[in-house]
Nanobody
């Protein structure tokens, strides 16, 4: 059974860091572009970043540049989101998702269950 499982969320103080992990099972992650999203209470889900299948190209929304970094390790069938200088407004459920292609365009077709990130003192 194919799955994407996020982990690494939790409670962190403002200014702190977290690294989220997206582990794939049941299929080779190396064939697909992977993105990270988040959804805060009462808000729409927003895309944060995407990385192509080889890891040679990434896309980040402007507001995340300099704080969030997407990466992947295809040998481990895993993608990551490094989040630094966290702010209370970063509190949300974070999801990883798969595109059915190698490049970062077009819709996503497969989602993980999400991991909660709470930024609070």
């Amino acid at each position: 059974q194919s799955q994407l499982v996020e982990s690494g969320g939790g409670l962190v103080q403002p200014g702190g860091s977290l690294r989220l992990t997206c582990a794939a099972s049941g299929f080779p992650l190396e064939n697909y572009a992977i993105g990270w999203f988040r959804q805060a209470p009462g808000k729409e889900r927003e895309e944060l970043s995407c990385i192509n299948s080889s890891g040679s190209s990434t896309y980040n929304v402007e507001s995340m540049k300099g704080r969030f970094t997407i990466s992947r390790d295809n040998a481990k069938n895993t993608a990551y989101l490094q989040m630094n200088s966290l702010k209370p407004e970063d509190t949300a459920v974070y999801y990883c998702a798969q595109r059915p292609r190698r490049l970062c365009f077009g819709p996503y077709n497969y989602w993980g269950q999400g991991t909660q990130v709470t930024v609070s003192s």
